[in-house]
């Protein structure tokens, strides 16, 4: 005797059938309309950074460097511009000179720091 859950009734089958006709429409409505939209897509990303470059060149620095943080421009885009390389020069040369005499304090009890914690640790 079969179970009920392992009986197909005819709407299930009707409508597992509706809806695998319904896939096989939409991607061949897909293919029709817009197929070409990824292809155009990546055409005109690729041309991007030439489109910045060229506008670098005709508006110079200034106005670039503003047009870019106003629209957030991703960070490859803007590798040329005159703030983007002292930022580069500025990140190379991290002085750490204000490490040089430091020190780890010493322990009271071998655990934990000399400073004793204050009194919002004590919960108990």
Not at 46 to 66: M, N, P, T, V
Not at 94 to 100: A, F, G, P, R, W
Not at 108 to 120: H, M
């Amino acid at each position: 005797i079969k179970m009920y859950e392992e009986i197909i009734f005819m709407d299930q089958l009707l409508h597992h059938r509706s809806v695998a006709s319904q896939i096989q429409e939409t991607r061949a409505t897909w293919q029709k309309r817009s197929s070409w939209y990824p292809a155009a897509q990546r055409e005109y990303y690729s041309a991007y950074s030439s489109i910045y470059d060229d506008c670098l060149k005709k508006y110079g620095d200034d106005h670039f460097e503003y047009y870019a943080k106003r629209n957030r421009l991703r960070s490859e885009l803007r590798t040329n511009t005159r703030a983007t390389l002292q930022q580069q020069a500025k990140d190379e040369d991290i002085s750490m000179d204000h490490l040089n005499g430091y020190k780890a304090p010493k322990t009271t009890n071998g655990e934990y720091g000399s400073v004793r914690p204050s009194e919002l640790f004590n919960c108990f």
